[in-house]
């Protein structure tokens, strides 16, 4: 059973370093509609990573919007968040799904189809399939893009909700959808933007179109 809406996944972009900036774009996407959030810092040390992710959580529970935690599951016990979101080198899934109980979001990384069958055995809530178009935004650890044959492949072995993420704007959105895709993440195409609320209410006015935004 799905513990939140995954339709448009705003995933924070710990290039903006300054702390007014960083909570205005947050408040302008949430302002904007969207349905979950997660906190990506690679850059803090542990101690301004929980702090940040301390306010992010009170600014996400004003909106009533459930906020997942990148890759540390002891920051996100410690603040209470809904989940966290893990890739293939962080603790394996079966071991973070102990540590948070049953109640949390686990968010897995999958690039291929060996991890998408790996998944469909473990007790996550959803797949981040990444990257399904080519980003700037990570240059680590990325492997090549999967394009929409990809996403394809994917979604005809996985018995899990598809999250996509990489590359994604108002042009490519659709055909994700349309090809399998439970919802989208998002960084620069909302955190670059002019005008964060407003690239935000065009993602949802795309989702809504095509009908799987509740
Ligand atoms: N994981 C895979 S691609 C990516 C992450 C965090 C970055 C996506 O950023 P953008 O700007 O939406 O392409
Ligand atoms: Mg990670």
């Given at each position: 059973m799905n513990k939140a809406d995954y339709s448009l996944m705003y995933v924070t972009d710990?290039?903006?370093?300054?702390?007014a900036l960083f909570f205005d774009t947050l408040q302008s996407s949430l302002k904007?509609?969207?349905?979950?959030v997660q906190l990506r810092e690679k850059l803090l040390d542990t101690r301004d990573f929980y702090n940040r992710a301390l306010k992010t959580k009170e600014i996400c529970d004003y909106y009533n919007v459930p906020l997942i935690i990148n890759d540390r599951i002891d920051i996100a016990l410690s603040i209470n968040a809904h989940g966290v979101h893990i890739g293939q080198q962080d603790l394996p899934p079966a071991i973070t799904r102990k540590i948070l109980g049953s109640d949390k979001i686990i968010g897995w990384?999958?690039?291929?189809e060996e991890q998408a069958l790996k998944a469909n055995s473990?007790?996550?809530?959803?797949?981040?399939?990444?990257?399904?178009?080519?980003?700037a935004t990570k240059t680590e650890n990325l492997e090549k893009p999967l394009g929409i044959s990809g996403l394809s492949r994917i979604k005809s072995i996985s018995n899990k909700p598809i999250i996509c993420i990489g590359g994604i704007d108002h042009s490519n959105t659709e055909v994700l959808i349309e090809n399998g895709a439970e919802g989208i993440a998002v960084v620069s195409a909302i955190s670059t933007?002019?005008?964060?609320?407003k690239a935000t209410e065009k993602?949802?006015?795309?989702?809504c179109r095509i009908g799987t935004n509740k």
């Open positions: 710990e290039r903006i370093t300054e702390d904007g509609g969207v349905t979950i990384s999958v690039s291929n473990l007790e996550i809530d959803y797949i981040g399939l990444s990257p399904v178009f080519s980003t933007s002019e005008q964060p609320q993602f949802k006015k795309i989702l």
